[in-house]
């Protein structure tokens, strides 16, 4: 055992190979911090384990979206977060709102032309400009009601928020934004969105980096995947400012995806069409299999 615990240490000290994982044929596995990272498989197959190993082994800072509460390090609940609406482009505003409300094109356009004149600080302010956005036609009627109307069933959540969201960008040490407490599955997602908008910003403005510099693990990304070209932009282009994201996620990312990422399978399965027996790092179209621990 002691051996063990021995190949563990050695392993954790070469992290300029990057973060240890495991055991493979061939000796200790590192995964390679050059890129994103997906973490998938089945239900109950030691994603989330992993992951918290991945968060203590890779000694960055790093922000965790924790959909049910189980990342064990220092929590921010969600409700308490602030968000700086008036920093952020109207039109990528208007599409992250879409996305989390599942709008059509239509409506998402309609939601731009009301509020891309206005004042908008809050959420709040999206309902008043869409209040007060004149209307001509029934069509156009029924769907600024049908906008306000789901807007109004998750603006609470935003209303009460005290601690900019940047703040958690600057610690030093791991923190996970409590995403458990929220009733509806639309705050999640929108919250999780706002989050990345915000990140991506914060590390815009602070230039490209060289290595990187901050882990974000997005807990349940099937949830956010599966929502458009905004969300995958936010993914690609964040890698360039030393961010690296990790996904955990029980459903295979789409090919652009992994194609830009590391990916860490937990447990074969047949739908993932390959021959391998034990969890699987694919790194530069290499397959590893490794005993993790």
């Not at 070209?229 to 459903?251: M, P, Q």
Request: glycine share 4%; charged share 25%; aromatic share 8%.
């Amino acid at each position: 055992m002691w051996e063990l615990g021995l190949l563990a240490l050695l392993a954790l000290a070469t992290v300029r190979e990057g973060v240890f994982i495991g055991f493979g044929k061939m000796g200790p596995v590192m995964l390679p911090l050059d890129r994103h990272v997906v973490i998938t498989g089945p239900t109950r197959s030691g994603k989330t384990t992993l992951a918290k190993k991945i968060i203590r082994r890779a000694r960055l800072p790093a922000v965790v979206l924790d959909w049910h509460g189980e990342y064990d390090v220092r929590k921010v609940d969600s409700r308490l977060l602030k968000f700086n609406l008036a920093a952020m482009d109207k039109k990528l505003l208007c599409e992250l709102i879409g996305l989390s409300l599942n709008l059509t094109e239509a409506s998402v356009y309609f939601l731009y032309r009301a509020i891309r004149r206005a004042e908008v600080k809050s959420l709040r302010d999206v309902i008043t400009a869409l209040d007060d956005f004149l209307v001509s036609t029934r069509s156009e009627v029924e769907m600024k009601a049908a906008i306000a109307r789901r807007l109004e069933y998750i603006v609470d959540v935003f209303e009460r928020g005290a601690v900019p969201v940047d703040l958690l960008f600057k610690v030093k040490r791991p923190v996970a934004v409590d995403l458990s407490k929220l009733r509806l599955y639309e705050e999640k997602v929108l919250v999780t969105l706002f989050i990345m908008a915000s990140l991506y910003n914060y590390l815009f403005s602070r230039g490209v980096a060289k290595k990187p510099t901050l882990l974000l693990v997005v807990d349940e990304a099937q949830n956010i995947l599966k929502r458009g070209d905004v969300v995958r932009y936010l993914v690609f282009e964040s890698a360039k400012y030393g961010l690296r994201v990790v996904l955990v996620t029980n459903e295979m990312p789409p090919g652009e995806i992994l194609v830009h990422s590391n990916v860490i399978i937990t447990k074969p399965h047949f739908t993932y069409n390959m021959d391998i027996r034990r969890p699987t790092l694919i790194s530069n179209n290499k397959l590893t299999e490794v005993w993790i621990v």
